[in-house]
């Protein structure tokens, strides 16, 4: 019927829950109704789905009387509930509808209550405020219900703290707190003494504070309000936070959290873990306070609470920004204010508003930043949020003295001082004018506000008297050390030529007006002046700034003119990497009387550095792709095991049958047999990627190969592609394995295909190249060496996005869907050229299409075409040889035997080498040739070949293996010195190879 109880209830509930099972109509609502009351201090997260079943049943019987009745109990306790879950829109909604509904002065009461509340939960602190006012008014003009009208007072209390007037917020509190307690509402009394402890928490009165958090606390404990309880231990820690004592602060918001956890109320967990995240910002614990983050937005996604959740991203913005992450601190702030645009709370809006103006502001985004700040002062002052206003103040007041709006950022500030009770909001107004004074070079006021400053910061936050008069004498010596190197330039200035002449830096003293007052030698050459040319007057910062970034050097002088020294680089007209800097020289008073230019060539550096990137980029990514290979080359491993296995199937299953297979079994075995194939496919190009796979490098001809392949091209196109082929390269022959030829083609042709979204043409041509032609750049390199055979194949298709081709040859990187590509094609393709010697290129246009271009080096070595062949006689022509099989994987080994078997083979199999040589020695002149798989337990299979070999010389070997780990034994199967069979392979496949081996041997020792 809707609800989702927890593990266990208490025993009240319990009962109720009973009951609940087989009520119906009015009878049920009120169960729920009960239901809800009683959990509603410990889970409230359960108590408002219960509520939430109550009102949609009265929702659906509303014209019944009985249910009417019902109506506004329910509604009001969905109300408050929402309102203490976050769920803004919803309980305003509920609450329009409860003073809709209201006929008596007493419902009056509780629907502005609750009208009140729901306001609040949205931001708009103005209107919850009057709404309270008017329940205070209407319930002392009643004067009938004392805890009623504490209530309501607490209601108006909360609405004033939240517009930022901590004293007034504090004055109702403690004026209904005594209603409170002199009428024995202990529920209301804890949530008047917890609404108190914030106040005075707010206003710097930490110890009074933690007093009235454990008198919250002990009325929570007495009325069973752990809901309550929990809130009261997060916020205690955060005022322990504030005083310095982080170790208590996590200890309390810890034992919340795990009271929170313990009786399954996500709701207020997420707001301990905002709490703790707070008290991470104090102590500078970022890593941590994200963390704390993370796990509170992973509750809202479960539970849908988009008012937490636009707090998190909030707070997950600023400590990207603390870190740097400016990108994903600028995306975090769109997601809060996206949360609260859905959530329709204007009051996490304005926070989202200021958490981007903050972004903004470090990413020097100043006009941006301006623009939310402005956004958040226009709602702020419309609605009476004292809070918004003030912080968007601070705010702007720090972008100004960032852009030197020094004059902008006083008048801000002195705003803020005039408009504030709130002792932190104050400190930072003063340490705004500090800043801006300073830079105004009015260093008594600057003094001043930094002493205003510490003794704030000293009344919040516990500074110890002594660090505090330190740190204002360290700003005195500081200031006073300034005013003597001010001194020193001007007594220094007939030694500064002298210092300068002989000096490798470009030095500059410019006017105020951009002229060169005076140069040095390096930097009349910055200048082109001759050297017997005079500076002074000659040149002007406009001349200076042509070969220069000319709007950046422009503002950078500007801000220096103003005080503020700044370091950039720059580029000469000559092309020359410059190092530069703006120092403001002041005089006595303070004021900026010369520009220093500083400047010295790093071109030689700046060079270097971009080699040394570039190579380290280049190491980088050949690591990467060798640890994807490795991965590749092991999974490819383990898949042509089964594959072989899955390959044996049909074999043993047509002889389970006396006569002739079915049709339809014989169907089904031949699905299994191409399936197979298909898959080992895949196999093929993860170890050809990985370079894992045995070469058999061939001199061929490229057309040769191509033409062979045609017929599974054009059977492979849908009819509406047309395929035509210009193979122009004649007899010209390179050195490949005939397979990856075949391998490149068939990808590239492919992938044309999957391209053209309807009718098209792919074209594949050969010819030859040679150095010279400026249309092969990228293969410059390559045709200098030697000329080269042209393989290329395009297609008419729609072309590639250039954002995309840079990545075309990354190992798995595909824009198909999952069911379309694995992402391997072009990589493989990559991988196989680059094996063979070759050069890949890519060339495309939007709308018209795309060439893919192989180079691949030629050879003058003779093509040696191989004969033809009859069909396998492998089955028939067994002389009842020994094979010993050592293969360790079972369903292999025993497909393996019993295919040799039927063969006529005398089969010894094991497991191991261990077995294998104990086999050996038991039958030493049965055993005609060792079938052995590579990789093996206790040794690898090149060992026990060697070892045997040693016991019989002679003896034959063909090795089996999925992929081959041994560099030089891949070298020697790649030679031609070992019989070798890949897997997959099939059984006609495995009886050929025996054959083969076990006749060259026969050659070998019987020519005639």
Not at 141 to 160: H, N, Q, V
Not at 567 to 587: N, R, T, Y
Not at 661 to 667: G, L, N, Q, S
Not at 824 to 851: D, E, I, K, P, R
Request: charged share 25%; hydrophobic share 40%.
């Amino acid at each position: 019927m809707g609800y989702d109880p927890p593990m266990t209830f208490p025993i009240d509930c319990q009962a109720l829950l009973n009951r609940l099972r087989d009520a119906d109509g009015a009878d049920r609502v009120r169960l729920l109704l009960e239901l809800s009351n009683q959990l509603k201090t410990t889970d409230k997260l359960q108590a408002c789905r219960w509520i939430d079943e109550a009102r949609r049943m009265v929702d659906r019987e509303g014209s019944v009387d009985e249910f009417s009745a019902l109506r506004e109990s329910v509604l009001s306790a969905a109300c408050r509930l929402h309102s203490e879950l976050g769920n803004g829109a919803t309980s305003l909604e509920l609450a329009e509808e409860v003073l809709a509904m209201a006929s008596g002065d007493r419902a009056r009461v509780h629907a502005h209550h609750l009208l009140g509340m729901a306001q609040a939960v949205r931001g708009e602190a103005t209107v919850a405020r009057d709404q309270h006012q008017r329940a205070v008014d209407l319930q002392q003009a009643l004067d009938d219900d004392p805890p009623l009208l504490a209530e309501c007072m607490f209601g108006l209390a909360g609405a004033t703290l939240q517009l930022g007037d901590l004293a007034g917020g504090l004055k109702i509190a403690e004026s209904a707190l005594a209603i409170a307690r002199e009428h024995a509402a202990l529920a209301v009394a804890a949530r008047l003494a917890f609404v108190i402890g914030q106040a005075q928490s707010g206003l710097g009165e930490s110890l009074a504070a933690l007093s009235s958090f454990d008198h919250a606390l002990r009325d929570a404990r007495s009325t069973g309000d752990l809901w309550l309880e929990a809130r009261i231990e997060g916020q205690t820690g955060r005022v322990h936070s504030v005083m310095g004592d982080h170790a208590a602060a996590l200890e309390k918001c810890g034992r919340a959290l795990s009271m929170t956890r313990a009786h399954g109320d996500v709701v207020m967990t997420n707001a301990l873990l905002l709490l703790m995240s707070d008290a991470c910002t104090v102590m500078d614990a970022n890593e941590q306070g994200a963390t704390y983050l993370r796990e509170l937005l992973v509750n809202c996604e479960e539970t849908g609470n988009l008012y937490y959740e636009s707090q998190a991203w909030c707070r997950l913005a600023h400590f990207q920004s603390q870190q740097g992450e400016l990108d994903e601190a600028l995306e975090s702030a769109h997601r809060a204010l996206d949360v609260a645009d859905r959530a329709a709370n204007q009051g996490e809006r304005t926070k989202a508003q200021l958490a981007l103006g903050a972004v903004r502001q470090s990413m020097k985004s100043y006009e941006a930043a301006h623009a939310h700040f402005d956004l958040v002062l226009e709602w702020s002052r419309e609605h009476g949020d004292a809070w918004s206003e003030i912080h968007a103040l601070l705010h702007k007041a720090e972008v100004c003295i960032d852009q030197r709006d020094f004059d902008a950022a006083i008048n801000l500030a002195a705003q803020v001082l005039k408009g504030s009770t709130y002792d932190r909001s104050l400190a930072r107004a003063h340490g705004r004018l500090a800043d801006a004074y300073e830079g105004l070079g009015d260093l008594a006021n600057a003094l001043h506000h930094l002493k205003l400053n510490h003794a704030l910061v000293s009344k919040t936050a516990k500074t110890n008297e002594k660090d505090r008069l330190e740190v204002a004498r360290v700003q005195q010596e500081l200031t006073q050390a300034r005013r003597d190197a001010d001194r020193a330039v001007e007594r220094g200035e007939a030694n500064y030529r002298a210092l300068v002449e002989h000096s490798p830096y470009v030095i500059h003293q410019l006017a105020v007006d951009g002229n060169v007052i005076s140069t040095n030698p390096a930097g009349r050459l910055l200048l082109d002046l001759a050297p017997d040319v005079e500076a002074s007057g000659v040149a002007h910062l406009r001349a200076i700034k042509a070969g220069w970034e000319r709007d950046r050097v422009g503002v950078l002088f500007e801000e220096a003119c103003r005080g503020r020294s700044n370091e950039f680089q720059f580029k000469s007209g000559a092309g020359a990497f410059f190092d530069g800097c703006f120092v403001p020289i002041e005089d006595a008073a303070g004021r900026v009387r010369r520009v220093l230019f500083l400047g010295l060539d790093v071109t030689a550096r700046i060079e270097a550095e971009r080699e040394r990137g570039r190579l380290l980029r280049e190491q980088a990514e050949s690591q990467r792709l060798a640890v994807i290979g490795r991965l590749a080359a092991t999974v490819a491993h383990d898949f042509n095991n089964y594959l072989t296995s899955l390959l044996f199937r049909p074999r043993l299953i047509e002889n389970e049958f006396e006569g002739p297979v079915p049709a339809a079994v014989d169907k089904h075995l031949r699905e299994i047999e191409s399936t197979v194939t298909s898959a080992a496919g895949v196999t093929r190009q993860l170890l050809t990627f990985s370079r894992q796979q045995v070469v058999r490098p061939q001199v061929i001809v490229c057309d040769d190969v191509i033409r062979g392949l045609k017929s599974v091209l054009e059977l492979s196109l849908p009819e509406n592609v047309q395929l035509e082929f210009e193979l122009i390269s004649g007899a010209a022959a390179i050195r490949m394995d005939p397979s990856h030829l075949e391998q490149v083609v068939l990808n590239l042709v492919l992938n044309a295909r999957d391209a053209l979204v309807s009718a098209g043409q792919i074209t594949v041509v050969t010819r030859l190249m040679t150095s010279g032609d400026d249309e092969h750049t990228q293969a410059s390199a390559l045709l200098s060496k030697t000329p080269c055979v042209l393989l290329e194949v395009r297609d008419t298709g729609p072309g590639i996005d250039p954002e995309i081709i840079p990545h075309l040859f990354e190992p798995f990187f595909t824009t198909k869907s999952l069911t379309q590509g694995t992402g391997l094609g072009l990589a493989t393709v990559h991988s196989v050229v680059q094996q063979s010697g070759g050069v890949v290129s890519v060339n495309s246009q939007l709308g018209v299409g795309t060439t893919f271009r192989i180079y691949l080096p030629m050879t003058l070595a003779t093509v040696v075409r191989p004969r033809a062949e009859g069909p396998s006689q492998a089955a028939d022509t067994s002389g009842g040889e020994g094979v010993l099989l050592c293969e360790d994987d079972r369903e292999i080994r025993l497909g393996v035997e019993k295919v040799l078997q039927s063969a006529g083979y005398e089969v010894y199999s094991a497991a191991c080498p261990s077995e294998a040589l104990e086999l050996v020695q038991a039958r030493p002149a049965s055993i005609d040739l060792l079938v052995t798989d590579v990789v093996l337990p206790e040794m690898s299979g090149i060992d026990l070949a060697e070892e045997l070999r040693r016991r019989r010389p002679g003896l034959e070997v063909l090795f089996v293996s999925g992929y081959a780990t041994n560099e030089a034994f891949l070298a020697e199967i790649s030679g031609g010195e070992h019989r070798y069979l890949e897997k997959p392979f099939s059984p006609n496949d495995l009886l050929d190879a025996v054959r083969e081996t076990i006749d060259a041997q026969r050659r070998v020792t019987d020519p005639g």
